[in-house]
């Protein structure tokens, strides 16, 4: 079955950065794309970013642009995100998730797994 | 940026009863909506995506209508497990959420 597994919760003081790790498993790692979302305390869901694994191309959300980063490492079939300049309104939960479509169907595509979420808090 | 209101933001209904909620668009986004079921501490969940397409394994009194900029998610018959908070999700221009709506009984 599709799994995503984050990393742990982190705990960052203003101004650094932190790198989440999100591990696929059960499918074919190059052929979904995958998602970065977040969602702060009692808040909705903020897109941030996707990757498509085989390439490795991204696209970052415009608010994110110049302080978000992805990549991937193929042979462990995992994502990183990088979100540097971190700031107090950067607490959240991040997620992973994985888009329903393949890459292959070229069709729009919204995130249906999602790994289990990891906390950052941005603290001094 | 296409921005998504729901409504209402808060819905109280019974057990046994049919729920209605409803989503907006700024623009069109063709049938490119999903909607998700969040719980406390859990992950959203897929329930709706292509605007009416049930996501797999998904109870058949989910269902989803609409296109262009105006949509709605219907629960037939409201379960227990049921009350959570739904967004509505746009995935044609970028990617965009609205704020939700709140099912309690």
């Known amino acids: 079955q599709v799994r995503l597994v984050q990393s742990g919760a982190e705990v960052m003081k203003p101004g650094a950065s932190v790198k989440l790790s999100c591990k696929a498993s059960?499918?074919?790692?190059?052929?979904?794309?995958i998602h970065w979302l977040r969602q702060a305390s009692g808040q909705g869901l903020e897109w941030m970013a996707i990757?498509?694994?085989?390439?490795?191309?991204?696209t970052y959300a415009q608010k994110f642009q110049g302080r978000v980063t992805m990549a991937r490492e193929t042979s462990t079939t995992t994502i990183y995100m990088e979100l540097s300049s971190l700031r107090y309104e950067d607490t959240a939960v991040y997620y992973c998730?994985?888009?329903?479509?393949?890459?292959?169907?070229?069709?729009?595509?919204?995130?249906?797994?999602w790994g289990q979420g990891t906390l950052v808090t941005v603290s001094s | 940026e296409i921005v998504m209101t729901q409504s209402p933001a808060t819905l109280s209904v019974s057990p046994g009863e049919r729920a209605t909620l409803s989503c907006r668009a700024s623009q069109s986004v063709n049938s490119n909506l999903a909607w998700y079921q969040q719980k406390p501490g859990q992950a959203p969940r897929l329930l709706i995506y292509g605007a009416s397409t049930r996501a797999t394994n998904i109870p058949a009194r989910f269902s989803g209508s609409g296109s262009g900029t105006e949509f709605t998610l219907t629960i037939s018959s409201l379960q227990s497990e049921d009350f959570a908070i739904y967004y509505c999700?746009?995935?044609?221009?970028?990617?965009?959420f609205g704020q939700g709506t709140k099912l309690e009984i």
């Open positions: 990757m498509n694994p085989s390439s490795g191309s991204t």
């Open positions: 998730a994985r888009a329903h479509w393949a890459i292959a169907a070229a069709s729009p595509t919204t995130p249906e797994f």
């Open positions: 999700h746009q995935y044609n221009t970028w990617y965009s």
């Open positions: 059960g499918y074919t790692f190059t052929t979904y794309y």
